[in-house]
Structures are given as C-alpha cells and as structure tokens.
C-alpha cells in the first residue's frame, strides 16, 4: 500500500493566518492527491481533487498544490469555520490511502 | 440532498460479526453513476478504505480485510450493509459509508460520507 505521511499532526493559528499542510507519499502519485476537512461529529468534507481542483462549493481560500510524491494544502486566510482536521488521500492505486491528519487549532 | 446514515450495533463481543448498515437518501444506489464504500477509524488512527460494491453489485475489498469482509446492498431499501466477521478489539473503530462518483476525473474520491457509527468490540 502507498503510505501517506501528513504533517504537522496538529498546529495553532489565528484568524487571518496563512496555512500549510503537506503529505508526502511513499512513491510518486501522479496528482491522484484529495484532502477532506472533517470536523468532530460530522461527515468529512471532500474539499479538493486531483491536487489542486476545487470541490464545488468550496471556498477560494482553500488551494492544493504538488507534484511527484510531495503535495500541499494551503488556507490563505483561516476563517473560524477552518478549525478542523484535515486529511490528505492518495488515489492513484488501490486500496485508496489517507495521511494520519493535521489538526488545526485556534491560537 | 444527498443524506448517508450508518446503523447498526455499537458494541460488539470478540470473534462475532460487526453488522452495519448504509441508508442512502437522496440518490438510487442502483444508478451506475456510484459506487458505496465503506471506511473507518480506529482511535487515533487514520482512516482506512475497506472496500466497496457498484451499481452492478461487484464487490471489491482492501487486502488486509477481505477474508473477513463482506459488502452487500438491498436495492429495495435503497442501502447497503458491511458484515466484518471474527473481530477483534483492532476491530474497534467510527465506521463511515461514502459515496464515489464513477468519473475518470473524479478518480476514487469520496464525495459524500454518513457521520459515522462507533463500533467498540468488548466482552
């Protein structure tokens, strides 16, 4: 299986700050990178695909970018609906594989 | 809206079988648009796919787990179920279901997810 290694694990940031989250692969991936955003209770939310495209709905705030086995999520301006964890998925082979989560949490 | 909830029993005794059940609103599990997955999370794990059945009821399952999983769905309730046999306390997770829409482009993302079901196995 492709493993998915994620960092920070957890970080604290204050509104308005700029974000970055990255997953590293153990092998080269192709952009077949998603991230969710899931927060305690409720369903995870499909936020970006394929590296860098938008789910709908989304805000623009959100961007994803990367290449080979190394891939970022980056919020530009952390909104109070952003504390959450985030995770990243390979989908490139199977079985489909996802980083241990980044939790981002209010300064 | 597009609506999963997961059912089933919370607590499980070791080397019985874990049954868990997928109501989909919303959408026909029979469209050929999507297929219906299941993942979990242990605790303070990440999560993990475990496998999941199409519009044609083809099956497919993560290696580790395939001699004990079984997905299966009831086109008449508009639901599928996951059956884990011979579990463990490893067993121990928040089971998801989620929906895959069968694109190219979309690859295996998962698109809508239920909330989630604790599933704790204990004697």
């Known amino acids: 299986d492709i493993q998915m290694t994620q960092s920070p694990s957890s970080l604290s940031a204050s509104i308005g700050d700029r974000v970055a989250v990255t997953c590293r692969a153990s092998?080269?991936?192709?952009?077949?990178v998603a991230w969710y955003q899931h927060k305690p209770g409720k369903a995870p939310r499909l936020l970006l695909l394929?590296?860098?495209r938008l789910e709908s709905g989304v805000p623009s705030r959100f961007s994803g970018s990367g290449s080979g086995a190394d891939y970022t999520l980056t919020i530009s301006s952390l909104q109070p609906d952003d504390f959450a964890t985030y995770y990243c998925?390979?989908?490139?082979?199977?079985?489909?594989?996802f980083g241990q989560g980044s939790k981002v949490e209010i300064k | 809206q597009l609506q999963l909830q997961e059912s089933g029993s919370g607590l499980v005794r070791p080397s019985q079988t874990l049954s868990l059940t997928c109501a989909v609103s919303?959408?026909?599990?029979?469209?050929?648009?999507?297929?219906w997955n299941w993942l979990r999370q242990p605790p303070g794990k990440g999560l993990e796919w475990i496998g999941h059945?199409?519009?044609?009821?083809?099956?497919f399952y993560t290696p580790s787990l395939k001699s004990r999983v079984t997905i299966s769905v009831d086109r008449s309730k508009n639901q599928f179920s996951l059956n884990l046999a011979s579990v463990t306390a490893a067993d121990t997770a928040v089971y998801y279901c989620?929906?895959?829409?069968?694109?190219?482009?979309?690859?295996?993302?998962?698109?809508?997810w239920g909330q989630g079901a604790l599933v704790t196995v204990s004697s």
């Open positions: 394929a590296t860098s």
């Open positions: 989620a929906r895959v829409t069968e694109n190219i482009l979309r690859g295996v993302t998962f698109d809508f």
């Open positions: 919303g959408d026909s599990i029979s469209s050929s648009d999507f297929s």
């Open positions: 092998q080269v991936i192709g952009n077949s």
């Open positions: 998925q390979q989908y490139y082979a199977y079985p489909p594989t």
């Open positions: 059945i199409d519009h044609l009821g083809t099956t």
